[in-house]
């Protein structure tokens, strides 16, 4: 960010500033007040819908300037300062003014874990917030999740039938306070009340008692992560088979009891927005977290309510060593849903839908504005990335490097998100899920209005995928707009290269479970050049056959016939499916002429892999297979002539051939699968980089989820001289669809006169 200074004028000087960016409900306001009065400067600052505004006149505006963009507030983010040259004039201190309404241009901030000085308070018994559960400051606690509408102001949140008590109302007039303008502030006098005790909560959870505790953007489903009784309750109560679980600890000091984090790990979990971070799992926790896995999410404490329970859980110690000392306890803490339902927010909802499943249901009474689940990110290449972008990242926006029309991306079925982009900002939605769920499509109607309520736009253009059947496709057909279908894996690539504001012509390899292709087909392993809006399919993986269709993608077996019927080795299903029965029945329908629908998917050529290593037969989960394919590498190796590569074709059949005959161990399979595949992807990008003189090549899709895989391939092509580049602001499933379909349908306005012209060749 840069700004262009006036030029010099006499000492004494009034500037009218515009500063854009995350500057609302972040203690913005009472920063410039208390810069302004150390320089002894004077007028006055606002919320505005834009973000800031403020005039500040005196003999220090130039200081001044460098200091509103170098000593920001922790949770601040200035993008631009618009500065103006006006006259001096007579005028007071310093002031803060009310907000100014009007057309909205600012966003409010993602929800931020509890701050230092509030733990501080929390467990200071001379503190007026001593043990409240809801103890906040401009530096920490919810702004997304309780907000309704901009600007940000007290009135405009959840907090609004709080009345403030005079000791809060000091605090929050007072500009040498942290809680100045502190929106959400509260204390026990006045503020939010629990409903259970956190002394109860943590005696529950030690007794091995389910307990659905109400947070940020929605309850928790939280029991003892070293009681495998308790998770494997829990597991049973949720329908939730093998699914893993994210485990919550008390603090830093208590990671290396479940897991062993790398530095780079450990610092994406200290930051303020607190995801659930991958790392390699310990056995300190019950086998049942994360059956079959070698890894574990994991993330800390972030709100005051999770500090009192492991507070209490340790048995209420005074002092402040217990916060950084190691705790014993870990806690499952995993959205509280039912059936792929979004995760639950309202107090009746909870009663309702979380008495089946929780011993306990623990509500408040501050409502949640916005559903939101906990982030997970993991550490890619080296760099934090994405596998759900929700609390503490959401609305956070992504720069498009330039101005357009406002357009909606409308997202997929699974993983499901909408984008709606305002200028030269995309703003993605928190993570939605399946539109499967009725519940879900109730979800995804009200999260699209309302991300185009608080932006206070109205969309000039549509885009969605090319699947008919769609949920979101449906939606965007109703809406009576312009509509621009994009296919699903042009636009997978277009959202990586868009984050990296890539806009000169690119290859890709988009990589997932299935997408319609644009000869109707089943497509997963594509090889595409794109160029703004056009894009171009220059090859793919061979197909496989996939019998049963979509039963294919939850029952790897089918796979597994289906490859052994492309290597006409049928008469080996009785020895490899010897428990799968149906497996034989398939093998003879296939034997007797029935074709399956093919599909070139790379997620579908894991579960066929998996099947025939023996690792996976039925998924109860979305890439189980693959997931415990991945589990099992520890070092990926090449299998020599592993695959036939041709310009338009990627043939992996010689690895299958080698799986087929029964005498590669499980482990030895897995790593071998994963270093041809990678050396295989490798070389047939290289290829096309060659003959199209391109060196960017975008990587994405839902198999770029897989750690060995993603960084296999991306070091890979580095090694051959080539730009690689990973989704990094988002994720590279279909929880990043929303934003390729939404870039790319700007791209086709912006260089096309007609929508229609968006490439589909």
Request: charged share 20%; hydrophobic share 45%.
């Amino acid at each position: 960010m840069s700004y262009a200074r006036p030029a010099n004028t006499p000492a004494a000087r009034r500037l009218r500033v515009r500063v854009r960016g995350a500057v609302q409900g972040v203690g913005f306001r009472p920063f410039v007040h208390d810069l302004a009065a150390r320089m002894r400067l004077k007028g006055f600052v606002k919320n505005h819908a834009e973000g800031v505004l403020l005039e500040v006149q005196g003999t220090g505006v130039s200081a001044f300037l460098d200091a509103l963009y170098l000593e920001t507030p922790p949770l601040a983010r200035v993008e631009a300062l618009e500065i103006e040259e006006l006259p001096p004039r007579e005028c007071g201190d310093f002031a803060i003014l009310d907000s100014v309404g009007g057309r909205t241009q600012t966003r409010i901030i993602p929800d931020a874990a509890v701050c230092e000085a509030c733990l501080n308070d929390l467990f200071d018994p001379t503190s007026r917030f001593h043990r409240y559960p809801f103890v906040t400051c401009t530096h920490c606690g919810p702004r997304f999740t309780l907000t309704h509408r901009l600007p940000y102001d007290r009135a405009q949140t959840s907090m609004a039938p709080f009345a403030m008590c005079d000791g809060c109302a000091r605090d929050y007039r007072n500009p040498s306070n942290r809680r100045f303008h502190a929106e959400p502030v509260a204390c026990p006098a006045c503020g939010p009340t629990l409903s259970l005790a956190p002394e109860e909560i943590a005696a529950a959870l030690l007794a091995g008692k389910i307990v659905a505790v109400k947070g940020i953007g929605g309850f928790h489903l939280m029991c003892d992560a070293r009681n495998e009784s308790a998770v494997n309750e829990l597991r049973r109560r949720k329908a939730r088979d093998a699914k893993p679980f994210a485990i919550m600890v008390a603090n830093v000091a208590s990671v290396g009891k479940v897991a062993d984090a790398t530095d780079a790990e450990m610092t994406l979990l200290q930051t303020a927005a607190r995801p659930i971070v991958l790392m390699n799992r310990r056995d300190d926790v019950a086998p049942g977290v994360a059956p079959r896995l070698g890894r574990i999410g994991v993330m800390l404490a972030y709100t005051p309510l999770h500090h009192l329970i492991f507070h209490a859980a340790a048995g209420a110690p005074t002092g402040k060593e217990w916060r950084v000392a190691p705790h014993d306890l870990a806690l499952v803490a995993t959205s509280a849903n039912v059936g792929g339902d979004p995760i639950v927010k309202d107090n009746d909802e909870a009663q309702a839908r979380l008495a089946s499943i929780a011993d306990i249901i623990v509500t408040h009474d501050r409502e949640i504005v916005t559903r939101v689940d906990d982030s997970v990110m993991t550490v890619v290449d080296g760099a934090p990335a994405f596998l759900r972008r929700a609390r503490g990242f959401v609305p956070e926006p992504i720069d498009l490097g330039a101005d357009g029309p406002c357009v909606v991306g409308a997202g997929a079925h699974l993983k499901a998100t909408v984008t709606v982009t305002r200028r030269r900002e995309a703003f993605v939605s928190q993570h939605i899920g399946d539109l499967s769920a009725g519940a879900a499509a109730r979800y995804y109607y009200e999260t699209t209005r309302r991300l185009l309520d608080l932006l206070d736009v109205e969309p000039e253009i549509l885009a969605c995928d090319l699947h008919p059947d769609y949920l979101s496709t449906r939606w965007a057909e109703e809406q009576a707009r312009p509509l621009i279908r994009i296919q699903h894996h042009a636009a997978h690539l277009a959202a990586v290269l868009a984050e990296h504001q890539v806009t000169e012509p690119a290859l890709g390899l988009a990589l997932d479970g299935h997408g319609l292709g644009a000869d109707g087909g089943s497509w997963g392993g594509e090889l595409m050049r794109l160029d703004g809006h056009i894009w171009r399919r220059l090859g793919g993986l061979s197909p496989l056959p996939a019998p049963g269709g979509d039963r294919a993608a939850r029952e790897p077996w089918r796979m597994g016939v289906g490859a052994l019927a492309k290597l006409g080795r049928l008469d080996a299903v009785p020895r490899i499916f010897a428990d799968e029965p149906r497996a034989c029945e398939m093998a003879q329908l296939m034997s007797a002429g029935y074709a399956p629908p093919a599909t070139s998917s790379l997620g579908r050529l894991f579960d066929a892999a998996a099947a025939l290593l023996g690792v996976c037969a039925r998924q109860n989960y979305e890439a189980q297979a693959a997931m415990e394919m991945e589990s099992l590498v520890a070092t990926p190796r090449v299998l020599a002539n592993g695959f036939r590569l041709t310009r338009t074709e990627l043939d992996f059949t010689p690895l299958l051939d080698a799986f087929a005959c029964g005498r590669v161990a499980q482990r030895e399979g897995a790593e071998l699968f994963h270093g041809t595949i990678v050396e295989g992807l490798a070389q047939f990008a290289a290829a096309a980089a060659r003959n199209h003189s391109i060196d960017i090549i975008a990587l994405g899709g839902g198999c770029m989820m897989n750690r060995v895989l993603a960084e296999g391939v991306t070091q890979r092509l580095r090694a051959l001289g080539l730009r690689a580049l990973l989704a990094r602001q988002l994720p590279p499933n279909d929880g990043g669809l929303s934003f390729g379909q939404a870039a790319m349908a700007r791209a086709g306005v912006t260089n096309s006169p007609k929508a229609d012209l968006i490439s589909c060749a």
